[in-house]
Antibody, heavy 121, light 109 residues
Framework: QVQLVQSGAEVKKPGASVGVSCKAS????????MHWLRQAPGQGLEWMGV????????NYAQKFQGRVTLTRDTSTNTFYMELSSLRSEDTAVYYC??????????????WGQGTTVTVSS | EIVLTQSPGTLSLSPGDRATLSCRAS???????LAWYQQRPGQAPRLLIY???YRATGIPDRFSGSGSGTDFTLTINRLEPEDFAVFYC??????????FGPGTKVDIK
């Protein structure tokens, strides 16, 4: 079955960058997008951006433009999110989640387990 | 940008009760683009309802969605112990692609 497995927790200092990986397996169809979201402690969900594997292009939320970069390693079907210039407000659980656009769910039906990123001096 | 508000913030109910959760959009949206998620403590969200009224794969039929325009509802009939969680509504747009409501927590009375 389709599965997303994310990398482990990270602790970073303010001003540093963090990378989170998301290995996708079981996908037999090319018709999906890979989204990244985050959830600050006790807060709701915030969409950060999307990587389109079909065209290898990206779309970022305006809030994160210039600070986030989404990429993919096609050889391992692993997706990456890098967030730079970290500040304490970036402390959150970061999720990758896939959208099968051929299903017309207009939602994300497969999620990674989440990666905790803590930004602290 | 569409802003979603959810009410109530917290719903305190007992197992076997019916839960009615509301999601209101700041302007009229297509029901095709409205989804609901459940998030249990310490877990990732799970897609429950898509296109306002369709259950995602494996979702029990005690969950149902309805609504149109600016007002949408998630109903959970006969609450089971595993249903106590936080529920988010979500809109699919162009920029940003996804926006979420602040969530409704359903907890045990």
């Amino acid at each position: 079955q389709v599965q997303l497995v994310q990398s482990g927790a990270e602790v970073k200092k303010p001003g540093a960058s963090v990378g989170v990986s998301c290995k996708a397996s079981g996908y037999t169809f090319p018709s999906y997008y890979m989204h990244w979201l985050r959830q600050a402690p006790g807060q709701g969900l915030e969409w950060m951006g999307v990587f389109n594997p079909g065209r290898a292009d990206t779309n970022y939320a305006q809030k994160f433009q210039g600070r986030v970069t989404l990429t993919r390693d096609t050889s391992t079907n692993t997706f990456y999110m890098e967030l730079s210039s970290l500040r304490s407000e970036d402390t959150a659980v970061y999720y990758c989640a896939s959208e099968d656009y051929s299903s017309y769910y207009y939602g994300m039906d497969v999620w990674g387990q989440g990666t905790t990123v803590t930004v602290s001096s | 940008e569409i802003v979603l508000t959810q009410s109530p913030g917290t719903l305190s109910l007992s197992p076997g009760d019916r839960a009615t959760l509301s999601c209101r959009a700041s302007q009229s949206v297509s029901s095709n683009y409205l989804a609901w998620y459940q998030q249990r403590p310490g877990q990732a969200p799970r897609l429950l309802i898509y296109r306002a009224a369709y259950r995602a794969t494996g979702i029990p039929d005690r969950f149902s969605g309805s609504g149109s325009g600016t007002d949408f509802t998630l109903t959970i009939n006969r609450l089971e112990p595993e249903d106590f969680a936080v529920f988010y509504c979500q809109h699919y747009g162009s920029s940003p692609r996804f926006t979420f409501g602040p969530g409704t927590k359903v907890d045990i009375k």
